[in-house]
Each structure stands twice: as structure tokens, then as C-alpha cells.
């Protein structure tokens, strides 16, 4: 293991306790950055400190945040080449109404290659990770060994658990987003919209969901996920089948033949 991978699991962990001690409390302080979309003190707080973390241990790293946007951890330090692209609480409207369905999620690429991703459930204990080459994994506890991930054994679209995400009607997005959500809605086999993307993906890794699309996906929610979703067997691309999900925000995971057919669906021409 990494010592990167190693630091983002310890920081992970010291997340999911700041992040379940306020969930229990319910009593949050809100800042809308759009329409239905807020952030707490919680995210900027859990941002911070693993900012401060990664600084401190590696401060030739840059650092990608989804509160704190893009920045060098030391200005004075030779860069090292890699940058740690984080979501401090993905799920943050579940958080705020007590739906337990949240996770931290934090990736670390280098030269603009995920290497390494860590998303951690701070209600269940569970830490899905992976490392490049070396497979994706589960841990629930330190009293039992690591459990090697791999995608479910879906062979077909009409058969698939697919989750995504839909934005809020008061988004300007939605009426766009909406008619390939509903078009996959009536090819697959159920649908759900569970409002934490980076834990969507780890449920992929895990075969407990088939497939995962989304027409606008920041990198930060992506990055660690497509890593998992990809060393548990499975395939990440963007609509039009490539790899550049990341950049296009437009991300579809699962199985290969699950996302073969989201592909002939959700495709940029598929609709047209």
C-alpha cells in the first residue's frame, strides 16, 4: 500500500467521526450555492481538515476541493506531480435531513491519472479502496480482513439495479437532464436516485448496483469511484463510450455489457 493511499484512509477515517458526531445532532448551519444545493459547516469543516493533512504529509501536492476549488498545499514546496481531488461530504442534503446515505470520497492522481481512492460510509463503517493495479476492497472493521471487491454479473440493461442522479426541478439542468433519466428508467430493471454519486459508485465496485449514469458529475465525486468501479472489473467512460469522464462530467459505470447499453442510450447522438 501507498503511503498516499495510506494517509487518505487515516484522513477518511478521522472524517467519518466529525461526520457522524454532527449528523446525530441535526442542527446545521446552511449555505445554498444553488438552487437546492447547500453546503454546511460540516463539509468546509471536514475540507479543512483534510487539507490539512495532505499539507502536512505531502506539501508538494495540490489539492482539488469540492468547497475550497483547486490549490498548491505549499507555495514554497517543488511540486511533486500529484494532486488530491476531494469531497469532504458527498450526500450533503441527506446529511441535513438525517437520510442516512452520505460518504466522503477522496481520490489522488498523478500527472492526471487516478492512482489511488478511498470512499468511506461514516454510518456503516464501511471504507470501499483501491489502489492501480492492485484490485478494489472493503473493510468494515479492523477485526476482519480486507474483502476484494468485483462489479455484479449483470449481463443486460432490462436486468440491471441502476442508480443515478436527477437535479432538483428549481435547476436549470433539469428539464435537459430529464428525458434520458427517463429513458433509461424504462430499459432497466429499477432505478435509483439516492443523492450521494461517489457512494453510488463504490455500491457498483461492490455488485450491489449494476450501472450508475449521470449527465453532470463533478470530478470529485467521480474520481475516486471510476477507480474502484474499474480494479473491481467493471468500466467507467463517458456517453459517447471514452475516457474522458472526468472532464466531461458525463460519467456511466457498471458492467461492461450494462454500460455498453447505457451508451447506446445515453449516447450524444442517441436522443437527438
Known amino acids: 500500500m501507498s ?3 495510506q494517509l487518505a484512509l487515516e484522513i477518511a477515517a478521522e472524517a467519518s467521526l466529525e461526520i457522524a458526531s454532527a449528523f446525530a445532532t441535526r442542527h446545521h448551519a446552511l449555505r445554498e450555492k444553488s438552487p437546492n444545493d447547500f453546503a454546511t459547516e460540516t463539509d468546509a469543516s471536514v475540507e479543512g481538515h483534510l487539507a490539512r493533512r495532505i499539507s502536512t504529509t505531502f506539501p508538494g501536492d495540490r489539492i482539488l476541493g469540492e468547497e475550497g476549488g483547486e490549490r498548491a ?17 458527498d450526500g450533503t442534503f441527506n446529511f441535513i435531513h438525517g437520510f442516512p446515505y452520505i460518504a466522503t470520497s477522496i481520490a489522488v492522481e498523478f500527472e492526471g491519472e487516478v492512482v489511488a481512492g478511498v470512499i468511506a460510509n461514516p454510518l456503516t463503517d464501511e471504507v470501499f479502496y483501491a489502489e492501480r493495479g492492485k484490485g478494489a476492497w472493503l473493510t468494515v472493521d479492523d477485526d476482519r480482513p480486507p474483502h476484494r471487491l468485483s462489479v455484479s454479473s449483470c449481463h443486460a440493461l432490462s436486468d440491471a439495479l441502476v442508480a443515478s442522479v436527477l437535479p432538483a426541478s428549481a435547476s436549470g439542468s433539469f428539464l435537459r437532464v430529464l428525458p434520458k433519466w427517463t ?4 430499459r432497466c430493471a429499477s432505478i435509483r436516485r439516492t443523492g450521494a454519486a461517489a457512494l453510488d459508485l463504490a455500491h457498483v465496485a461492490a455488485g450491489r448496483l449494476d450501472g450508475f449514469f449521470v449527465m453532470s458529475l463533478a470530478a470529485w465525486d467521480a474520481a475516486a469511484g471510476g477507480l474502484l468501479v474499474r480494479e473491481a472489473g467493471g468500466v467507467v467512460c463517458d456517453f459517447d463510450g471514452g475516457n474522458r469522464y ?15 447499453e447505457l451508451v447506446r442510450v445515453l449516447g450524444n447522438r442517441a436522443l437527438a
Open 246 to 260: 472526468l472532464s466531461t462530467n458525463e460519467v456511466i459505470a457498471g458492467t461492461a455489457p450494462v454500460c455498453a
Open 73 to 89: 498545499s505549499a507555495s514554497d514546496v517543488e511540486p511533486s506531480g500529484f494532486r488530491w481531488i476531494i469531497d469532504p461530504l
Open 183 to 186: 429513458a433509461v428508467a424504462s
Open 3 to 5: 503511503d498516499r493511499l
